[in-house]
T-cell receptor, first 117, second 110 residues
Framework: DVKVTQSSRYLVKRTGEKVFLECVQD?????MFWYRQDPGLGLRLIYF???????EKGDIPEGYSVSREKKERFSLILESASTNQTSMYLC????????????????FGEGSRLTVL | SQQGEEDPQALSIQEGENATMNCSYK?????LQWYRQNSGRGLVHLIL?????REKHSGRLRVTLDTSKKSSSLLITASRAADTASYFC??????????FGQGTRLTINP
């Protein structure tokens, strides 16, 4: 079974702190994603990566950066946390869709609930 | 926004009844996927239907897709208390982009 592991289930940080959210997957997936989930807004894509050292902005990248130094690990960084970044953060991975078959179901981690005070 | 919309936002039924959730999307898609999320947990993939398919079954799940109306529905038959969760549709609009709806919160009453 695919396993996507997020390092912290719950974090409490102060405004202005630098925050690292780590995600590791064990199935050699090319694609990795970071979403945030807020009530009434569903899941919104922050960043994704389709290869080591490659990253693409999603719908709401402002205030975030990412790092993918190894294929299995994708980190989300909040350079200076703010209260409006209090949210549930979800990491996911998927295979790169093969030519002519754009399927790509996502495998999610358990989520990291971040509270910024 | 490219977000899909789900209807209803919340649904409460008795155990044993069928539950139907609907999803609409805005752009052309390659496939549409349904996910389930238990409270406070990550999402789990349930079923995928391709744009050239109209109906798909998996156990107690039945998904339909109407590309002319840009809509899909998820039917859960003979519901169980363990089906209590939030359900999300996700439309694949490109090789890298999956657009999620806002979800339907389903409660099954024993």
């Amino acid at each position: 079974d695919v396993k996507v592991t997020q390092s912290s289930r719950y974090l409490v940080k102060r405004t202005g702190e630098k925050v690292f959210l780590e995600c590791v997957q064990d199935m050699d997936h090319e694609n990795m994603f970071w979403y945030r989930q807020d009530p009434g807004l569903g899941l919104r894509l922050i960043y994704f990566s389709y290869d080591v050292k490659m990253k693409e902005k999603g719908d709401i990248p402002e205030g975030y950066s990412v790092s993918r130094e190894k294929k299995e690990r994708f980190s989300l960084i909040l350079e200076s946390a703010s209260t409006n970044q209090t949210s549930m953060y979800l990491c996911a991975s998927s295979l790169l869709p093969s030519s002519g078959r754009l399927s790509g179901e996502l495998f999610f981690g358990e989520g990291s609930r971040l509270t910024v005070l | 926004s490219q977000q899909g919309e789900e209807d209803p936002q919340a649904l409460s039924i008795q155990e044993g009844e069928n539950a139907t959730m609907n999803c609409s999307y805005k752009t052309s898609i390659n496939n549409l996927q349904w996910y389930r999320q238990n409270s406070g947990r990550g999402l789990v993939h349930l079923i995928l239907i391709r744009s050239n398919e109209r109906e798909k079954h998996s156990g107690r799940l039945r998904v339909t897709l109407d590309t002319s109306k840009k809509s899909s529905s998820l039917l859960i038959t003979a519901s169980r208390a363990a089906d209590t969760a939030s359900y999300f549709c996700a439309s694949r609009v490109s090789a890298q982009k999956l657009v999620f709806g806002q979800g339907t919160r389903l409660t099954i009453n024993p």
